[in-house]
C-alpha cells in the first residue's frame, strides 16, 4: 500500500524545497510567539489556505475545461490536453507525483498535513491545549477535555 499522499507528496519533492517550505512555516510560529494577539487572524487565513491537492485539482481542471474549449473553436489538436491532465491526475494518485507538483511545490503550496502542523502549533500557542484549570471539566478555551 502506497504512503499517504502528505507524504507521498513530500517524497517526491526535492529536499531543499521541503525545507525551505518548513522554514518558512517554523519563522512564521515563532513570529506569532512573539505577536500572539495576531494567531487569531493567522488561524483565519490558514483555513482559507489552498494545500497541494486543492491546487493541482484546480490547475487540472483548467487545463481541461482550456483543453476542451480550443479542441473545440481552433482544433482537435487540443484535445490532447484534457487527455494528457487526466493522466497526470491518474499518476499523482497513485504515485503521489506529477509533473505540476515540484512546481507547485516551489511556489510554496503545501500538504495539508504541513498546514495542520502550523494550525496546531499556534493554538498550542494560543492556550487551546492547555491543562484544565482547578477541578473543572474544561480548558482555557472553554473547549470540554476528555
Given at each position: 500500500m502506497p504512503p499517504a499522499t502528505q507524504q507521498r507528496v513530500a517524497e517526491h519533492t526535492a529536499e531543499h524545497v521541503n525545507r525551505r517550505i518548513q522554514r518558512a512555516t517554523e519563522?512564521?510560529?515563532?513570529?506569532?510567539?512573539?505577536?500572539?494577539d495576531e494567531i487569531e487572524q493567522r488561524l483565519d487565513e490558514?483555513?482559507?489556505e489552498w494545500d497541494i491537492e486543492r491546487a493541482l485539482e484546480a490547475n487540472a481542471?483548467?487545463?481541461g475545461f482550456l483543453g476542451v474549449a480550443l479542441g473545440l473553436t481552433k482544433s482537435r489538436f487540443w484535445l490532447a490536453l484534457p487527455a494528457l491532465v487526466a493522466g497526470f491526475l491518474f499518476q499523482h494518485a497513485t504515485q503521489g507525483w506529477c509533473p505540476p507538483l515540484p512546481a507547485l511545490r516551489r511556489l510554496g503550496?503545501?500538504?495539508s498535513r504541513e498546514i495542520e502542523d502550523e494550525r496546531n502549533a499556534l493554538r498550542a500557542l494560543r492556550g487551546d491545549?492547555?491543562?484544565?484549570?482547578?477541578?473543572g471539566a474544561r480548558g482555557k478555551r472553554g473547549t470540554a477535555k476528555s
Open positions: 519563522r512564521r510560529v515563532w513570529y506569532y510567539t512573539q505577536h500572539p490558514i483555513e482559507r481542471a483548467i487545463a503550496f503545501r500538504t491545549f492547555a491543562e484544565p484549570a482547578g477541578n
